[in-house]
């Protein structure tokens, strides 16, 4: 097939541009493959639209001509940040024979596998263990349960981070060809990135994939003080004896129902009228059930006025109430520091809470933006969904932009929260007519099986007009499962009446699915 005539260009197929990618051609071999010959017409470079954007690459305000640049050493593309959004860009960019610079000031890798995702949730293993172990009384005889930390700490080291070295990460991205600065990253002028004195020159873009860092809310006293965040608490290497958590999000009650279930006391405080306040209400109710009933302490609407901490540990004024606790983990959300990247010096807002992105992910001329910068969903599939996206765009391939409709989350909590599209309120926000399908899992064949642990709900979110469901929610055992049936249904908009009139395997959890559809109205 030939690729996209622009002007008065020849033909080169794709054959030929795969074998030129895979051989790693120079940019010079590059530009000779599509040279204009003896007045045949010239082909448009598959990644010389992004490239012809960056004024960096005309020479525009970039210094091209100047001093600093006679230093900067040129390259393809620089990402700033190797977080799962970046490293697997990176990683496909490389591969399509760019040269890539990769840099990163912590570790390859990013947050989800060294601090996030992949600990949390062996973590989440470990105490779910505990909690069907706890459930063979009245189900299945006897048992008796003795919880220890050591395992799970020593499993986070061995298997999930290495003891926090990204040694095996590095070697994957230089495999595939890329180069690795270890630094921190700061946009000079367009195309330009320096690091640690070091300056590098963009030819084709710049990726920022520089992430968020936990966001710590202005109470006073907190500032010095010894809080953890969700890093303090994937390296602790015991449950602590007692746990005020601040914030009851996604972080806040993952990590406070493991230690709970290790044996530690935890109080949870959250500011908003009910725990994980943006989903819906209904999966917040049976969350906050299952919490309380295994011994954790909820306030919730708490506002926090003062931490202090001594020897004894910490101490939480609610204002009404003091609660102590030998750890603090502060948990209130996530925040991006676009000052520090100098986002302004390529025309970004810097005061901006997060990147705004087209849907293939550019950002302004040449610098594109993924992950959780972009606020589209602060997820490791939202950053990897983005990714091949970005990648493809700066290749000048062509290929469908993102879509944000039907975003899947889920709260590893036991039971799990799986959430896509919009809520309830959301939808009514939106002006959308909406009718809502509810069942409870316990009341499903397999809920009622299952019993011990079986604590959960199923609500679809429809928009009338159309007959698609533009949002749904799956709380229960495996509920991040069930919900994939769902997000096919919102991402494809799938009409209810098909889903209506289609199998359920028996018994299954997402048979209730069936059941909730029957109850639109
Ligand atoms: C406790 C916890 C549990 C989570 N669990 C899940 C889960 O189960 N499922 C899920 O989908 N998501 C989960 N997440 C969210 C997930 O970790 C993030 O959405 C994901 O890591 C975002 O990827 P990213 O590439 O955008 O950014 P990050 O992972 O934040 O990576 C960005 C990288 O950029 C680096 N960086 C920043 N600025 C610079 C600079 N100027 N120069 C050089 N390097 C820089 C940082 O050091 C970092 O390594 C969890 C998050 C937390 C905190
Ligand atoms: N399973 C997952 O996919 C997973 C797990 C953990 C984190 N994450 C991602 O990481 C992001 C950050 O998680 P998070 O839980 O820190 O943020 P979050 O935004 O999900 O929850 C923060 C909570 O803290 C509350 N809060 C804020 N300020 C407060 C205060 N001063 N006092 C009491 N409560 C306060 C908020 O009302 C909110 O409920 C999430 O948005 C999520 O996208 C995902």
């Known amino acids: 097939m030939a690729r996209e005539i622009v002007g008065n260009a020849g033909e080169v197929d794709d054959a030929t541009w795969q074998r030129a990618l895979d051989a790693r051609w120079t940019d010079t071999e590059l530009a000779e493959l599509f040279a204009p010959r003896g007045g045949e017409p010239v082909h448009q470079q598959p990644y010389a639209r992004t490239n012809l954007d960056i004024p960096a690459a005309r020479g525009l305000g970039s210094g091209l001509t100047g001093g600093s640049v006679a230093m900067a050493e040129p390259t393809d593309v620089v990402v700033i940040g190797m977080g799962p959004g970046g490293e697997a860009l990176a990683g496909q960019l490389a591969e399509a024979g760019l040269s890539v610079v990769g840099i990163e000031e912590k570790l390859l890798g990013g947050e989800c596998p060294y601090w996030g995702c992949v600990p949390t949730k062996m973590m989440i293993r ?42 095996v990460a590095v070697d994957r991205f230089v495999g595939k060809g890329g180069r690795f600065v270890r630094g921190h ?7 330009r990135v320096a690091v640690d004195g070091e300056e590098f020159q963009a030819r084709r ?19 010095d003080l010894p809080y953890w965040t969700n890093r303090e608490a994937v390296e602790t290497t015991e449950a602590p004896e007692s746990l005020c958590v601040i914030g009851g999000g996604a972080v806040g009650l993952e990590l406070a129902q493991v230690f709970a279930r290790f ?4 109080t949870v405080m959250e500011v908003a009228d009910r725990l994980l306040p943006m989903e819906e209400p209904e999966a917040s109710e049976v969350v906050t059930r299952v919490l309380a009933e295994e011994g954790l302490t909820m306030r919730i609407g708490a506002r926090v006025e003062r931490v202090d901490h001594d020897d004894a540990g910490f101490a939480v004024d609610l204002g009404h109430e003091l609660v102590r606790a030998q750890r603090l983990l502060v948990a209130t959300g996530r925040r991006a520091d676009l000052h520090r990247l100098g986002v302004e010096t390529v025309g970004l807002d810097p005061n901006a809470r997060f990147i705004h992105t087209d849907e293939h992910l550019r950002a302004a001329p040449g610098v594109w933006a993924i992950g959780d910068i972009t606020g589209k969903g602060e997820f490791t599939h939202v950053a990897t969904y983005q990714a091949p996206i970005a990648a493809r765009d700066i290749l000048g391939r062509p290929g469908p932009g993102a879509e944000y409709h039907a975003l899947p989350r ?20 939106r002006g959308i007519r909406v009718r809502v399908g509810l069942t409870q ?8 099986i299952h019993k011990a642990g079986n604590h959960g709900v199923i609500k679809l979110v429809e928009d009338a007009d159309a007959g698609v469901l533009v949002g749904a929610t799956s709380v229960g055992p495996w509920g991040g499962e069930v919900l994939s049936a769902l997000v096919v249904a919102v991402h494809a908009r799938v009409p209810t009446d098909r889903l209506r009139h289609m199998m359920y395997a028996y018994p299954t ?13």
């Not at 899992?441 to 009622?448: C, D, H, T, Y």
Request: cysteine-free.
């Open 410 to 429: 889920v709260t590893f909590t036991d039971p799990e929260v799986g959430a896509v599209g919009l809520t309830e309120a959301q939808a009514r926000e």
């Open 126 to 167: 470990a105490g779910d263990l505990l909690a069907e172990a706890r459930r063979v009384p009245g189900m299945a005889g006897g048992s008796s349960v003795h919880p220890n930390w050591s395992p799970v700490a020593r499993r986070i080291r061995e298997e999930a981070t290495d003891d926090w070295n990204d040694q």
């Open 185 to 191: 990253g700061r946009l000079v002028g367009p195309g």
């Open 441 to 448: 899992v316990p009341s499903s064949a397999r809920g009622w």
């Open 509 to 521: 959890f997402h048979r209730a699915i069936e059941d909730a559809l029957h109850h639109l109205g």
């Open 205 to 223: 873009g710049i990726v920022i994939a520089a992430g968020t860092e936990p966001a710590v809310p202005p109470i006073p006293g907190l500032a």
């Open 263 to 266: 044996g530690t006391q935890v």
